[in-house]
């Protein structure tokens, strides 16, 4: 029979921390020192760091010695991208995560395709929340300011946690073997990329706040939002006629256009964990909004939330093209994907 805390935490029978109150979440992941998925504390077991990024991921896309552009704008390496993690967590993950992914994707966006006829795709949406919830917790490393004579919250303090609690409930489900309904599924894009030369064949942003991530890896792109319930796939999947392999810029339009919705939802899923003491079992749902409707602030985030997205190539695309984006980026009047006429751009940047 499992056990409950005063504060709402859960231990099953065999004495594992089933699911972490927001408040445990915050005391022993965030601010603590704690393995991020069992939580147990670094003295009392063999600890050692697990990589933001998978180091498959690093080696095969020559990374290693490349930096990620943190929330500050400035460069850390992915190489030293580490979160804190016990030993038994971490080849856990390598053997639930690591080992499948690695070979599926080394087959490219055919056999990935394949994969998903015959399986479904909560092993990746399960791999991009744990990514994206080690990024977040890394930020307990860094200034928000760089400038060390000035006083700086570190950049995890900007956010709010109790937010993504959700998100480490999902993360650690492997660990737990919770029950997940298919209502708390997210949106979930796996679609074919093209290298466009000089950009790499390797693209990673998330957005904190719409809690949205795009991991392009070779010829496949994952995007996914990790807590609307499938909201944005739902509102967009006919809108989008894509008919080729897209460019690392279409791939960030699409981002912010998941992203969007997702901050303009009227109504939004609420997440619940449930638990059956006497069975041991552990569930996590969501509760469906009555109506899927976006509200009147869409148009005004969606620019703010392109440019973003796409800022890092708008001086490319001014050298390359003479084209300068910017004012329409932000206004959200431009688009790589679709042409004057609402025809996708085959030949995109
Ligand atoms: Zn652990």
Request: aromatic fraction near 12%.
């Amino acid at each position: 029979m499992s056990l409950t805390l005063k504060d709402g935490s859960v231990f099953d029978k065999n004495g594992k921390l089933l699911f972490l109150s927001t408040e445990k979440f915050i005391d022993y992941i965030v601010n603590g020192d704690c393995c991020l998925i069992c939580g147990c504390e670094n003295q009392a077991t063999s600890f050692n760091e697990e990589h933001v990024l998978p180091q498959w991921i690093l080696r095969n896309y020559n990374l290693s010695s490349k930096s990620v552009t943190l929330p500050n704008d400035s460069p850390f390496m992915y190489g030293r991208y580490t979160v804190p993690c016990c030993i038994s967590c971490n080849l856990e993950m390598s053997r639930v995560f690591e080992v499948p992914l690695s070979e599926l994707i080394s087959g490219g966006y055919t056999e990935i395709l394949r994969y998903l006829k015959n399986n479904d795709p909560w092993l990746i949406f399960g791999w991009l929340t744990l990514i994206f919830l080690k990024v977040h917790c890394k930020d307990k490393s860094f200034r928000y300011i760089l400038d060390r004579s000035k006083e700086s919250p570190q950049i995890s303090d900007l956010y709010e946690w109790s937010d993504l609690h959700h998100l480490h409930c999902l993360a650690r489900s492997f660990y737990t073997s919770c029950t997940l309904e298919k209502s708390v599924f997210g949106t979930l894009f796996v679609l074919p990329a093209r290298t466009v030369p000089p950009h790499e064949s390797f693209d990673f942003l998330t957005l904190y706040e719409s809690q949205s991530i795009l991991l392009r890896l070779g010829d496949i792109a994952f995007i996914a939002v990790l807590n609307d319930s499938g909201a944005a796939f739902s509102l967009l999947k006919d809108e989008l006629k894509l008919s080729a392999p897209l460019s690392p810029l279409q791939l960030r339009e699409i981002l912010a256009k998941v992203s969007t919705i997702n901050l303009s939802l009227k109504q939004r899923p609420k997440f619940v964990s449930k638990f059956d003491a006497y069975a041991d079992r552990y569930s996590i749902s969501a509760n469906l909004p009555d109506a899927l409707e976006i509200d009147d602030s869409y148009s005004s985030k969606y620019g703010e939330i392109l440019h973003y997205c796409c800022r890092e190539y708008i001086p490319f695309i001014k050298d390359e093209f003479g084209l300068d984006v910017e004012d329409d980026l932000r206004n959200g009047r431009w688009s790589f994907l679709f042409d004057e006429n609402g025809d996708f751009v085959k030949n995109s940047l």
